[in-house]
Nanobody, 126 residues
Framework: QVQLVESGGGLVQPGGSLSLSCAAS????????MAWFRQAPGKEREFVAA????????LYADSVKGRFTVSRDKAKNTMYLQMNNLQPADTAVYYC???????????????????WGQGTQVTVSS
């Protein structure tokens, strides 16, 4: 059983930055991957970024590449999402997700993850 708790959402102006955290609890994170997804009102959930817990390999959606950075702190069992140059199109509820033994090509597929956080709202507006 894995529990995930997001934090760090809020309101930011266009061009601003925000950092999200996802605190995770599990017996072991061996072979785990963790990811960020987001869902805007009236839209489907979309993949943002993913990271393999052990090796730290990362994967990004094209829409956030170069602006967002996903990382993890093994000692704190926490994943982060540093978001820079935020735009109104980034407004959404951001969710963290986790699961194990995911192949690389499936990291961006939300249906592959069994464990989800409750979500945190990010609003980009002037």
């Amino acid at each position: 059983q894995v529990q995930l708790v997001e934090s760090g959402g809020g309101l930011v102006q266009p061009g601003g930055s925000l950092s999200l955290s996802c605190a995770a609890s599990a017996r072991s994170f061996i072979n785990y991957a963790m990811a960020w997804f987001r869902q805007a009102p009236g839209k489907e959930r979309e993949f943002v970024a993913a990271i393999r817990w052990s090796g730290g390999n990362t994967l990004y959606a094209d829409s956030v590449k170069g602006r967002f950075t996903v990382s993890r702190d093994k000692a704190k069992n926490t994943m982060y999402l540093q978001m820079n140059n935020l735009q109104p199109a980034d407004t959404a509820v951001y969710y963290c997700a986790a699961d194990y033994n995911l192949i690389w090509s499936s990291l961006g597929s939300g249906s592959r993850y069994d464990y989800w956080g409750q979500g945190t709202q990010v609003t980009v507006s002037s």
